[in-house]
């Protein structure tokens, strides 16, 4: 059964802080690995997909490595500002049939000014 | 503005009472999934659909039915709500199920009293 593991749990940082999130799953036989943002009392919203044939992803001051034969992904955060603050979290898409994206229980990411 | 909505925001429904879930989306994709969000277990599937005409059961399917009569709506139903199915629900959509990026609508927060 496929898990994926977020540690911290919470991480604190202060404004322009370079940072790394750490996203870890069980089983290296995925579709993609996508991480999300998540405000409070709001929904996800989608930052970058990695596909399992890609090493990167980049979009602004965001970018997300894959290493699919280790079950490790990053989520590397450039120049970190207080609108930063949210959860995020990954999730993987299993291979096999399964139509569910497996996820991670976030990292709560505050970015003091 | 494309993208996925839900109604309603939030709900208090008593214990028994029969309650629809809409969601609605505008971006023509074919899949569409309904998710659960609860305190220490993540996000977790319910339902899904890979195009319009057909479903499928998800990780926790108990107590909910979905049905997907055209492309663009996912309706969720809880037939006989019980306390434990107070939640954050979230309606999900992609272009086809697999390697394709899942885009999330802003949940329904209900609560079963």
């Known amino acids: 059964k496929q898990e994926v593991t977020q540690i911290p749990a919470a991480l604190s940082v202060p404004e322009g802080e370079n940072l790394v999130l750490n996203c870890s799953f069980t089983?290296?036989?995925?579709?993609?690995l996508q991480w999300f943002r998540q405000d409070p009392g709001k929904g996800l919203t989608s930052l970058l997909l990695?596909?399992?044939?890609?090493r990167e992803q980049t979009s602004g001051r965001l970018n997300a490595s894959l290493d699919k034969s280790s079950g490790r992904s990053t989520l590397y955060i450039a120049a970190s500002q207080p609108g930063d603050s949210a959860t995020y979290l990954c999730a993987v898409r299993p291979q096999g049939g399964s139509e569910k994206l497996v996820f991670g229980k976030g990292t709560k990411l505050t970015v003091n000014p | 503005i494309a993208g996925i909505t839900q109604a309603p925001t939030s709900q208090i429904l008593a214990a028994g009472r029969r309650m629809t879930l809409r969601c609605t989306q505008d971006m023509r994709h074919n899949a569409m999934y309904w998710y659960r969000q609860d305190l220490g277990l993540g996000l977790r599937l319910i339902h899904y659909?890979?195009?319009?005409?057909?479903?499928g059961k998800g990780e926790v399917p108990d107590g909910y039915s979905v049905s997907r009569a055209n492309t663009d709506d996912f309706p969720l139903t809880l037939a006989s709500a019980v306390p434990s199915q107070t939640s954050v629900y979230f309606c999900a959509s992609s272009f086809l199920p697999g390697t394709y990026e899942q885009y999330f609508g802003p949940g329904t927060r209900l609560t079963v009293t």
């Open positions: 990695i596909q399992s044939s890609q």
């Open positions: 659909s890979n195009t319009a005409g057909t479903t």
């Open positions: 089983d290296s036989a995925i579709y993609n």
